[in-house]
């Protein structure tokens, strides 16, 4: 009887544990999605302002290739769907396969 009751003090403790814990994780979820938004905004403010000399040197550089566009890509749409079609634009002047690509792996943006 004793360790019943033992056992379930340590149980409760658990479970306070537990919830603890989610409520961390849901604090933490949010915390992280308010950096993403933070973060999109900020990406889609520099994406509209990068010049065909900008996306030139990126793309030397290696800043700015397929997988990178992509990701930030798959962020930014369909929400700042303006900044990534005048990006687009832009890169089409300065690489014309990449851009293509990057047109067939996201249809919404064909023009």
């Known amino acids: 009887m004793e360790g019943c009751g033992k056992r379930s003090v340590d149980n409760s ?3 306070e544990q537990q ?11 949010f915390h992280l999605k308010i950096l993403k938004d933070i973060c999109c905004e900020l990406l889609s403010n520099m994406l509209q302002e990068l010049t065909k000399e900008n996306t030139l040197e990126g793309l030397h ?4 290739n397929e997988q990178t566009c992509s990701c930030a890509f798959q962020n930014l749409l369909p929400l700042y769907f303006a900044s990534v ?3 687009l634009e832009v890169l089409r002047e ?6 293509d690509n990057l047109e ?6 064909k023009v």
């Not at 067939?104 to 943006?109: E, G, I, V, Y």
């Open 61 to 64: 550089q290696g800043h700015l």
């Open 13 to 15: 403790k658990e479970s």
């Open 94 to 99: 300065a690489d014309q396969t990449l851009a």
């Open 85 to 87: 079609e005048s990006f």
């Open 104 to 109: 067939k792996r996201f249809p919404s943006l």
């Open 19 to 29: 919830e603890t814990g989610r409520a961390d994780l849901n604090e933490e979820d």
